[in-house]
């Protein structure tokens, strides 16, 4: 689908790449389901996030409502970027939910 970058919340370091390869939709196989990916990952996602889509190695990404506003996140649950730990596994995107949208219409288009 697309490269978005990624930083640490915890950390001063710089933007990482990471490839969004999907974009969940619902009533789905399992694997690209919204409903599906949210009971799956309920115990693990930080409070108040959605998983909205993932990479190719596992991680997710998440809608994160932080006092009202949405922003995108990268969850690295099975650890993959060196700085990640079970303190700090998630990150800030730089792309808005608006954006990551606009982004994904306008690709959807091209292809059609």
Known sequence: MGHLSARSQ???EP?????CDCLFGLNLQSGI???FWQCELAD???KGSVAIGSDPGGAFFLLLNERGILKVMYYDHAHQLSSSDDEGNTYDCDISLHDLLTFVTE???AKA
């Open 10 to 12: 915890h950390q001063a």
């Open 15 to 19: 933007w990482t790449e990471v490839l």
């Open 33 to 35: 389901d919204f409903q």
């Open 44 to 46: 693990d996602l930080p």
């Open 107 to 109: 690709d959807f288009r």
